[in-house]
């Protein structure tokens, strides 16, 4: 009994969590020194992260770029989302458990993960709260897996727990060739709905193959000419977009957006429904790319990569997401089974 208690007091003391023997005191991440331009990025070494109770430590595999990621390199965000330099961007990770702190129960050492983190994973290893973990697909990539987590629950978010798009639905997606697009198209076409999406004409057939019913290019027509009476708008683009898209909602409708406020004028006029932004939900971000991950292992979801870069290459990874023309997902590929191509492929 006694021994028992004092094997326990030292495993507390002495051994905080279990992890991987080979894991090294130093890893490679991509570290943002200040904000502004792309140089304030550069690739360092930096100390491993130790998981606290409560977390689990990941060796990246892959990751995935986020329009944020820039947002926050360029000082759009200062103000309203500050982050602690040096900071290390990157929210979707695809790797290996490697490290599991107290307290963690559902997850072991050499577990194959998706995860969404607040930061830092651009880089070999990451930590993260066990509740934003959930299993990688098997039948993905880690590089596609990688693709899944940020972009893939804002649309999950707004079109299946927030609007419960039903079958039958009109549903217009604003930006359905982006990376939260391609997973909204696909979510509506999978629930039923007819889905009208927004996209420059090179993307047409792309919609068209991940479930668009109709594709209209904003280049050259104003939506709210062909569009009437649609049940839902989900918007991923802002600004002027928003701003117009009341119009083209039946009453009663529902207005989603991710970027930017709802109309409130026009909202309460054409009695439409304006949910916040926030994306909060009563899941935990596991649960939901559980879920979300067997839509992507049983072929009802499909991931497209529109570019791979290095870890070396990250700096053009976000450069590339911050022009705005990704079709699908932005892929950073941090362990490189195939270590001897280190240029980007797209
Ligand atoms: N609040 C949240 O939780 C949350 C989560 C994820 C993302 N976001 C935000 O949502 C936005 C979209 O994210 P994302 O990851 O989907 O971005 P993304 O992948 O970079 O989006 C690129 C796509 O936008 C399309 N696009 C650009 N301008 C357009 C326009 N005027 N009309 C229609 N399509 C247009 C492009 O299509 P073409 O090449 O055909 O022009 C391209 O396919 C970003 O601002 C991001 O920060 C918010």
Avoid at 25 to 36: F, I
Wanted: glycine content about 10%; proline content about 6%; overall charge neutral.
């Amino acid at each position: 009994m006694q021994l028992t208690f004092v094997l326990s007091l030292f495993l507390l003391l002495f051994a905080p969590f279990a992890s991987a023997e080979s894991t090294p005191a130093q890893m490679r991440a991509l570290l943002m020194t200040g904000y502004g331009a792309p140089e304030v990025l550069r690739l360092d070494q930096v100390p491993v992260p130790t998981p606290a109770n409560g977390e689990v430590r990941i060796r990246i595999h892959a990751a995935s770029v986020n329009p944020v990621d820039w947002k926050i390199r360029s000082g759009r965000l200062q103000k309203t989302s500050p982050v602690t330099l040096p900071y290390i961007p990157g929210r979707d990770v695809a790797g290996t458990i490697d490290a599991v702190g107290l307290g963690v129960t559902h997850w072991k050492v050499g577990d194959p993960v998706i995860a969404v983190v607040d930061g830092g994973g651009l880089a070999e290893y990451v930590v993260a709260p066990a509740e934003n973990v959930a299993p990688k697909p098997a039948k993905l990539s880690f590089e596609k897996a990688a693709g899944i987590p940020t972009a893939s629950l804002a649309a999950w978010r707004t079109l299946i727990v927030n609007a419960d798009i039903k079958q039958g639905q009109r549903v217009l997606i604003h930006g359905g060739a982006g990376g939260v697009g391609s997973t909204a198209v696909q979510l509506a076409n999978w629930r039923g709905a007819h889905v009208i999406a927004t996209a420059s004409e090179r993307n047409h057939e792309y919609l068209r193959e991940i479930g668009a019913d109709e594709a209209i290019d904003y280049r050259t027509t104003r939506f709210e000419d062909v569009v009437k009476n649609v049940d839902v708008v989900l918007d991923t683009v802002g600004g002027d977009t928003l701003q117009r898209s009341p119009s083209v909602l039946r009453e009663g409708g529902t207005l989603l957006t991710i970027v930017g406020r709802p109309p409130a004028e026009a909202c309460s006029q054409r009695k439409l429904r304006c949910p916040s932004p926030s994306t909060a939900t009563r899941e935990q971000p596991g649960e939901e790319l559980t879920k979300l991950g067997q839509l992507f292992d049983n072929g009802t979801l499909k991931m497209n990569v529109d570019a791979e870069f290095p870890l070396e290459g990250a700096v053009e990874a976000l450069e590339l997401s911050e022009r705005g023309r990704a079709r699908g997902k932005i892929i950073v590929r941090v362990l490189d089974e195939h270590a001897s191509n280190t240029s980007a492929r797209r």
